[in-house]
């Protein structure tokens, strides 16, 4: 598969909606950057289907807006997709409303949980919970509370009663300002995952059900919402915005903005075909 050059307006005329991720491509994570507020003007103007689908949900929606808006990024709520979202429709398709559940990161991972329906409990509390949420990696001192994690899920697991472990976030490191890195809940997730494999084997009931990009919930969310399947993932990762569009079935276009930094089909030539776009989009102009 070879990628070929497109830009903006191609899409529009192209496509029935247009899927944007957020960092390094609509923002650098303070700025708009160049194009992305006059594109999203122009796609209110003329009402262009279009959704922001991104990981992070380390703020409320209100909170996302409120930045966006700071950045001059005119985007309604309704038009965000994120993986905090994504908790209502898993906690209704496996019919967990009302489920003890304990939930790992800041007060915004807490509120999209309740807003599904669960029952919050503490760690290491006197009711065990029945499903684990990790959200952003938040506060916590990481090796007790997976010391405490993994021997909760291992005792379960062997009495037949495991608890579910939900990771709405699949990113592994996250920026953190100028060349600092922070780890992502993922990176915590993938630790206990690894422990729980080397003490009962691989068991898919000890593994977490991941609801961002790369992963599928939160493309089948958004093409739902768009209401149709002829759909572009616009995005800046291979291995989470191309990827995650290739698995779903959806086309898929590279920025240059953000972290992939091919600018050319050649130099696609290397890479696999599923972390490869069907377009480079040199600009959002
Ligand atoms: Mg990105």
Redesign the pocket.
């Known amino acids: 598969m070879t990628p070929t050059q497109t830009n903006v307006s191609s899409l529009i005329e192209r496509y029935d909606a247009l899927f944007f991720?957020?960092?390094?491509?609509l923002v650098d994570g303070v700025d708009a950057l160049p194009g992305a507020v006059d594109l999203i003007d122009r796609m209110n103007a003329e009402a262009v289907e279009y959704f922001v689908v991104t990981n992070d949900a380390s703020a409320s929606l209100a909170g996302q807006i409120k930045t966006f808006t700071r950045q001059g990024l005119a985007v309604p709520v309704e038009r965000i997709v994120n993986s905090g979202g994504l908790i209502t429709g898993y906690f209704e398709q496996n019919d967990l409303q009302g489920t003890l559940t304990l939930v790992l990161g800041t007060q915004y991972a807490k509120d999209y949980t309740t807003a599904a329906g669960a029952r919050l409990v503490e760690l290491d509390g006197e009711t065990e919970p029945n499903v684990v949420v990790v959200g952003h990696s938040g506060p916590h001192d990481w090796e007790s509370t997976l010391e405490s994690l993994l021997s909760l899920f291992s005792r379960r697991y062997t009495q037949d009663n495991p608890v579910r472990l939900v990771l709405p976030n699949p990113d592994f490191i996250y920026p953190n300002g100028p060349g600092m890195y922070g780890f992502g809940a993922a990176a915590f997730v993938d630790l206990l995952e690894q422990a729980l494999t080397r003490l009962h084997g691989t068991h898919e009931s000890l593994v977490a059900s991941k609801l961002g990009k790369p992963y599928s919930p939160i493309f089948t969310e958004a093409v739902k919402r768009a209401g149709s399947e002829n759909v572009v993932m616009i995005?800046?990762?291979l291995e989470t915005?191309i990827l995650g569009a290739n698995r779903a079935g959806i086309d898929s276009a590279v920025v240059t903005t953000?972290?992939n930094r091919r600018t050319t089909a050649d130099e696609f030539d290397e890479v696999a075909d599923d972390l490869t776009p069907r377009y480079i989009l040199a600009s959002l102009v």
């Open positions: 991720d957020s960092f390094g491509v995005g800046d990762q915005d953000g972290i």
